[in-house]
């Protein structure tokens, strides 16, 4: 059976990635995910918040590139999110020169302000990325969220300049309320399988539209997952959630999965599938598009499925 993919230019075993996390984060845990069959494996981000208040941070952050680097064969995929230009630039840098294979722009911009112009929200990642590309050598992904207003304008623009991959998609953690104590809260919540749905609408409608490799992150927690994105077109997966909730074992778990789903259906590799119903390729496109939306809701109100909502 043959599982290898492409991602960003490197040769990956199989398309299971260990995501950006603190488990990643831990060198002996990291080296863990590797023995339990990770591809590739992505460190947390360096946020430059932390690198302006501690001034230790980038020190550790590289030194842990290099003892990772010494200690596993597969990638090892730096990330950083950063927000302003000049600090985006050097600490790329840097993470090059400490060995990473690839690095992962996190872009995590919430606006706030009424008067920023969303064609200026897009032009500032798009110029950010177009500069790093001049100044580094090693193959950079895009972290995106959803929420930009026009999408595939947004990664075709990123694909023109020469980003190697788009990854889809950044998590926003939004604040709840206190009523006793009337402040906002802030908590972690783990993905599940529910918020895979955004991703394969992105990933199908971008696949073959783009040069950039393609990663699905968030929602993929078992390999039914896992084929759903390959199948939308989706390079490679990245895990995060599950990883957290069952150990680096759920690594060989959905890799082994996998492997038995493609055998006992005749699939040889998982590049016959690969894409395989993505837009461009899929017999109902419109699914992917408006006409599910139309169709879902005129299916519902018929079988009544939505009386008293």
């Known amino acids: 059976m043959d599982l290898t993919t492409d991602y960003l230019g490197l040769r990956l075993a199989h398309p299971f990635v260990a995501g950006a996390s603190p488990l990643t984060g831990d060198l002996d845990t990291a080296v863990q995910l590797e023995d339990f069959g990770a591809a590739a494996i992505v460190l947390p981000s360096l946020f430059e918040e932390d690198i302006v208040r501690y001034e230790e941070t980038t020190d550790r952050y590289l030194q842990n590139v290099v003892r990772l680097k010494r200690r596993v064969a597969c990638p090892v995929i730096a990330s950083l999110n950063g927000t302003t230009p000049d600090r985006w630039l050097r600490y790329a840098r840097l993470l090059e020169h400490a060995g990473a294979d690839a690095l992962e722009l996190n872009f995590y911009h919430v606006v706030t302000d009424p008067i920023e112009d969303g064609r200026l929200v897009e032009q ?19 972290k ?40 906002p809260t802030m908590s ?84 016959e599938i690969k894409g395989s ?27 009544g499925a939505l009386v008293g909502k």
């Open 144 to 183: 995106l969220s959803p929420m930009y207003s026009s999408l595939p304008h947004l990664a075709a623009e990123l694909d023109r300049i020469g980003a190697n991959g788009l990854v889809l998609f950044n998590r926003f953690y939004e604040p709840d309320i206190d009523l006793e104590a009337r402040r």
């Open 124 to 142: 500032r990642v798009v110029d950010i990325v177009a500069v790093l590309k001049e100044s580094i050598a090693i193959p950079l992904a895009v």
């Open 188 to 271: 972690l919540t783990l993905s599940d399988s529910n918020e895979l749905p955004l991703r394969l609408r992105w990933i199908a409608i971008l696949a073959g539209r783009v040069r950039a490799s393609l990663a699905v992150s968030g929602g993929v927690h078992s390999a039914a997952d896992a084929l759903k994105a390959i199948m939308a077109g989706a390079d490679c997966v990245q895990l995060v959630s599950a990883l957290l909730r069952m150990g680096p074992r759920a690594l060989r778990t959905i890799r082994l999965d996998t492997t038995r789903w493609l055998a006992e259906h005749g699939v040889e590799s998982v590049r």
């Open 277 to 303: 119903v993505s837009a461009q390729k899929s017999a109902d496109p419109a699914a992917f598009e408006r006409g599910n939306y139309v169709r879902l809701l005129q299916s519902s109100q018929k079988s």
